[in-house]
C-alpha cells in the first residue's frame, strides 16, 4: 500500500511513546561484527532500514534473530567481505560494514553507495580516514576495495563532522594497533551511544560527543547486551505534529536532552513545552509565531528537521528564513508544501523564506525522501480537506507505525493502494 490518505483539521492529544533511534541501531547492529560471539539489542526500532542492515549482516554470515524489538546477533561464522551493489543502492547506510569488514578481516569490498534525493552524499572523508590508517583502498567498478596488513592508529582530522565517517573511523580503529585521535568529529548523541556500547564490548573509547575522540586498541571484544536510545528525530517530528493541531501530547520514552536545539526553537513559536526525565509535554499556542532556524552539525539545530519545522512555519505568523547548510538539495519538500497553499520562496540554493498563510488545503502530493514524507504528514494533519501522499513506503524507511501512532492521537490516516 504505497498511498496515505489524511484528512486534516483534527487537534492531537495523549501519550505517544518513541521508538528505538533509527541512526543509533544502525551502527550499532553493525558493530558485531567486531565481535565473535552472541550480542543482543533491545528496543531496536521494526523498520525498513533496520529490516535491510540485517539482511546484509545475514549476507555477510552472521546469524540474525528479530523478535519484536529484541535483536540477536552472532558474527562468529563472518565469512563475507563483499557488500553487494543491490544492497548499498537500497540503504546508504550499508557503508558502515566498511569500518568492521576492515578490523575483523582485513579487507572489505563495499559499493560506493550513489547519491540520494537530498544530495551527492560521497564517502571520500571515511576513505581518506580509512588511509590514514595504513587501509589500501581502490575504486574499481564503483565497489571500495580495501584491505591493510596491520591497521595502525593515527592522528585523523575529518575536512567536516560526518556521522557515519565517524562512526566507520571508531569501529576501525577500536582493534587497531596503538591510539587514534579523530578530530573535528561528529558529536551527534548517536556517536555516543555506539561508543557507550563498543566500550561495554571492552574497547577503550574517550571523548565521543566532543570533537576529538581518543581510541585505544585493544585484542579484542567481547559480546555485549545493550539498549538502544530513543530516535531524537521522531520524538521532533510529534512534537511539532502537536504545536500544528494546537494539540497537548506527552512524549513518553524520548531523551530530552538530544532534542535541546529544538526545543528552543519550538519555545520561540510560542509552544508550551514541559520537560520531564524521560518525557516532553507539548502544547500548542493558539497563535503560532515565526522564527528563523539554520541546520549545522551536532549540538545545532539537525538538518533531519528542517522539511518538519518548515511545516509548522508555512501557518506561523510573519515570516520565517531557513537556512540548510548540511545538505545541498534538502528543500524538495518545498513544490509539495506548495500545492498545499504554502508560501515560500527559495532565495538562493540553500536559503528558503516561509511566509505563513492562514491555512493549508489538501491536495496530492509525492513523497521524495524520508523526512520529507515526515513533512507532508505533518501538513496532511493541518491541511484543511483530504491530503494523499504517493511513494509513502520511504516513510516506512524511518517512522516506525505512524499512522497507528498518530491515529492514536486523533489524526485521521490510512493506507490505500
Ligand atoms: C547521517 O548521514 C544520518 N544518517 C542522516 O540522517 C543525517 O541527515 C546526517 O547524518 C547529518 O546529520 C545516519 O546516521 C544513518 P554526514 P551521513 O556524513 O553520515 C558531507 C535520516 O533521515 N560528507 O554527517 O551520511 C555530506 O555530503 C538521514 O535519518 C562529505 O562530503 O551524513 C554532508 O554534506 C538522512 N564526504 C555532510 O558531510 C563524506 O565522506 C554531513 O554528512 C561524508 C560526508
Known amino acids: 500500500m504505497d498511498k496515505m490518505i489524511i484528512q486534516g483539521g483534527n487537534r492531537l492529544q495523549g501519550d505517544v511513546r518513541i521508538s528505538g533511534s533509527k541512526n543509533a541501531a544502525l551502527p550499532i547492529v553493525v558493530s558485531s561484527l567486531l565481535v565473535d ?15 535491510s542492515i540485517l539482511l546484509l549482516l545475514r549476507d555477510l554470515g552472521a546469524t540474525v534473530e528479530k523478535q519484536g524489538d529484541t535483536v ?14 543491490e544492497l548499498v543502492r537500497k540503504m546508504r547506510a550499508s557503508i558502515l560494514v566498511l569500518g568492521p569488514l576492515i578490523a575483523r578481516l582485513k579487507k572489505a569490498r563495499v559499493s560506493l553507495p550513489g547519491g540520494c534525493a537530498i544530495g551527492a552524499r560521497p564517502v571520500n572523508l571515511h576513505l581518506k580516514a580509512l588511509s590514514q590508517l595504513g587501509v589500501t583502498i581502490d575504486i574499481v567498478h564503483g565497489y571500495i576495495e580495501a584491505s ?17 565517517g565517524t562512526e566507520n573511523l571508531i569501529m576501525a580503529s577500536v582493534l587497531a594497533e ?70 497537548d501530547v506527552n512524549i513518553t520514552h524520548c531523551e ?31 497563535c503560532i509565531e515565526s522564527t528563523d532556524i539554520k541546520t549545522l552539525p551536532y549540538p545545532g539545530f539537525p538538518t533531519d528537521m528542517q522539511a518538519q519545522f518548515m511545516v509548522l512555519m508555512t501557518i506561523a505568523k510573519g515570516q520565517s528564513i531557513i537556512t540548510e547548510t548540511i545538505f545541498e538539495n534538502r528543500f524538495i519538500h518545498v513544490s509539495e508544501l506548495k500545492r498545499l497553499g504554502a508560501d515560500i520562496t527559495i532565495s538562493s540554493g540553500n536559503v528558503a523564506i516561509v511566509r505563513g498563510v492562514d491555512h493549508l488545503s489538501g491536495a496530492p502530493v509525492m513523497a521524495s525522501d524520508l523526512r520529507a514524507s515526515a513533512c507532508l504528514v505533518l501538513a496532511g494533519l493541518v491541511a484543511e480537506g483530504e491530503t494523499m501522499i504517493n511513494r509513502v513506503y520511504h516513510l516506512d524507511r524511518g517512522y516506525e507505525s505512524i499512522e497507528k501512532k498518530m491515529n492514536s492521537l486523533g489524526a485521521k490516516i490510512q493506507r490505500a493502494m
Do not use: W
Open 178 to 247: 596503538g591510539e587514534t585521535i579523530l578530530r573535528n568529529a561528529a558529536r551527534e548523541p548517536e556517536i555516543i551511544a555506539l561508543a557507550d556500547v563498543l566500550n561495554q564490548m571492552g574497547a577503550d573509547i574517550g571523548g565521543a560527543g566532543s570533537p576529538i575522540i581518543t581510541i585505544q586498541g585493544v585484542p579484542r571484544l567481547k559480546p555485549v547486551t545493550a539498549s538502544i536510545i530513543p530516535d531524537r528525530i521522531e520524538t521532533g517530528t510529534y512534537m511539532i505534529a502537536s504545536i500544528l493541531t494546537h494539540g
Open 148 to 164: 591493510v596488513d596491520k591497521l595502525k592508529g593515527n592522528d585523523v582530522f575529518f575536512d567536516m563532522p560526518t556521522v557515519t
Open 37 to 51: 560471539g552472541p550480542c543482543t539489542y533491545h528496543n531496536v526500532p521494526n523498520l525498513k532500514d533496520i529490516e
Open 72 to 85: 540477536h546477533i552472532d558474527a562468529t561464522g563472518l565469512n563475507q567481505f563483499e557488500a553487494s551493489y
Open 256 to 286: 530530552p536532552a538530544h532534542v535541546g536545539s529544538l526545543i528552543h526553537k519550538l519555545r520561540l513559536t510560542g509552544a508550551d513545552i514541559t520537560i520531564n526525565d524521560k518525557s516532553i509535554r507539548i502544547k500548542g499556542p493558539e
